[in-house]
């Protein structure tokens, strides 16, 4: 299939491309991953990106040329396809599902493959499929270090017994705690973001130094979420982070104050298809199965509909207030404060998106085109299958 | 890919698949294509299901056994999907994207092709497309019967201009009248169903008729959705019918009444993966990547989150109050409104979720894994590239 698209002899600019389409700017994107980098080397930890984001090899390959340490991944079906494509360390952040463990068995055969545990069932149930099949797993301990979702609370003398179990289980290397401190998403300045990022380090660190104590080797520490790496001062004692949305950004993390409009990677080309006299709205061809239907930022005062337009082919600043005002599965309504707004946009229009969530968006595409300014430099395919 | 999957050589249970699933009851389905293929019967029209639903052609093939005439699409990539695996009756009920009339065109010399306009700017590409190619293209030209979103508006005299252009331009056959319904959607009872259809009827009929008086042949007229065909009562003057989603309805048709629960034929299998001690929540393997984010019922009262939970991996009931309250992108989380319905859930367990929108849900998957009760009878793919 790469070779397919490398063989394409012509470049398309953006007005000529077929829509719906995803658009990835690469300028964009390659200043986006090496700011990171250089921020995680800056903080002394490794950087692990999250590939949920992207779900795209070439990215991911982009991301290790930078700098980053191994990948991570949500799913099991995200682990096999960088496998496949030949990434060696690759850790699956997501409670284990016991359902799929001949599948994580084989996949340690192939790479260094890190599952993450947070419960006493999950533990047993991996111990005994490693010594089986006489692999090793690496296996993390998930964290809750305030979001509430997952992960062993670290204050609880259970979570203390487990990391005891999972460090001495036959068959599993234990890699050390994990945790998301997937709260950063709701925070509303910089300084809370800030707040949050500290939390996160200091609920784990306490936790790995009791650990250290009691005589568990604790080998890692893994933190990170792209809103907490935005605002973050201090991250000792961590020593990796997991961020995965900073490839793209979206408008939630514009509307958040986490980046700025020229830091939007991705965007979704789409055609005006309809446009009837008297209509308080255009039609386009970016609905749910574009967009998705994420709702955006959930302060309503900054919410844009499912995504606001940006001005122009080529450029990152949004339209003053024109907006996918709704949409049904396949239909985007695009709408504006100011009747003249919408007056304006003719059947035939190619309209630029930026969409709430940049990883939910991404996951409804096959392939990128990867463009630079107005040019369609390339096309690289999003491995989405689950 | 069908033989991969033909070749499998052990039948498998729910309890024993990996998750997250897609789960599909081959006897409900069937039951539902019966049950609607008789009603169109009776009501003496032709019936052309939506496949924007199921994207599969094997549910395709199963309909026009039923005794459908052609199918309906929604993208460019389903007509596509259809014509490559034998299907030469296609309707694209979309307004035309004149990015993509090289593809229709293309399309038009393999199969019948129909496209939907509704504006001299598309009217105009499309004809000049198909007389530059010599192909024929079929066309409807689409009206707005009261959904709003797009369509000519019938009373208006522009209306009757495009009709008369369309029916007189070369290159094109003129397929007569079409209309979606939407608001259907949003009705609340079987009386506002039932009023929305005879709007919709009426509207279609009495501008056909006035085109018919001017001297356009109007040979077809094409109305429809899942939820007006469950409480129509006359298509006196309508020839054909698009619904969909009744081949699998969901718990948005269940909530507003159009179906019982156990005409639900699609439910996501999702694995318990997380649950804490004191946690009010479980997490499972099913969140917006398995089952979209579409909110439900615009009735709060009858929200259930992201999805109700059925009691038991064959049934069809639900359980009292068990549901996906919130979601991430790959985390699901269930809870209940007593402690103890979340209580007996443990790590490992298997639920099975009724999504809110079977289109959407469907629309995130590869493949079903099609069922008879709990057994695992057969796997059909699904054609959801863009």
Redesign the interface.
Known sequence: MRRQFRLMPHRRFVGD????ALLLDRDVLERNLAAMAAKARALGVALRPHA?THKCPEIGRLQLAAGARGITV??LAEAAAFADAGFDDVTWA???????LE?VVALARRITFRVTV??A??LE?LGAAARRSGVEVHAWLEV?SGH??????PE?P?ALDLARRLAEARGVVFDGLLTHA?QSYHARSREERAAVAERERAAMVAFAGRLERSGVRVRGVSVGSTPAMSAVRSLEGVTEVRPGNYAFYDYMQLAAGVCAGDDCAVTVLT?V???????DHV?V?AG???L????GPDDPALRRGFGPVLRGLAGHELERALAVRGM????G?VGGERAEEVARL???D?LRILPNHS??TV????EYQVVRGEEVVDRWPIRR??
């Open positions: 491309l077929p829509t719906p949920k949500a799913t997501f409670p284990l599902v016991l359902a799929r599948e947070e419960s069932a999950a149930a809750d509430h979702r997952s992960g062993v609370d609880a259970a997937g055609s298809v309809s446009h009837q006299a008297g209509a039609v061809d749910a199965l574009a998705s239907k994420d709702p049904s599965q396949e239909h309504m003719a059947v035939g190619r990883c939910l996951a409804m595409f096959d299958t689950r």
